[in-house]
């Protein structure tokens, strides 16, 4: 059993920053890919960020040059800094991973910024 747990989420002022964590657990052999999506409510999930194994990045426009992904391989631990956040930011942030191959999610991060 895998599981993913995100962290960091919370209520930030317009043009604040917030540091989410996701952190997997369990039987893991390797992790080929973490990320994050987004979800507000009435709209469909949307992409953020992706990390490989290797350090690759992959961003949405949305969130380029505002966003940053990051992991820490050794602690199977992704992060997500976000700076300059407004309005549009606010939703439940989720973790994302493809580990051997099967895909897994977190259960999500609420983040409210607040105007």
């Known amino acids: 059993q895998v599981q993913l747990v995100e962290s960091g989420g919370g209520l930030v002022p317009t043009g604040g920053s917030l540091r989410l964590s996701c952190t997997a657990s369990g039987t893991i052999s390797h992790i080929n890919l973490m990320g994050w999506y987004r979800q507000a409510p009435g709209k469909q999930r949307e992409f953020l960020a992706t990390?490989?194994?290797?350090?690759?990045?992959s961003y949405a426009d949305s969130v380029k040059g505002r966003f940053t992904i990051s992991r820490d391989n050794a602690k199977n631990t992704v992060y997500l800094e976000m700076n300059k956040l407004n309005a549009e930011d606010t939703a439940d942030y989720l973790c994302y991973a493809i580990i051997t191959r099967l895909n897994y999610w977190g259960q999500g991060t609420q983040v409210t910024v607040s105007s």
């Open positions: 990390v490989t194994s290797g350090g690759g990045t």
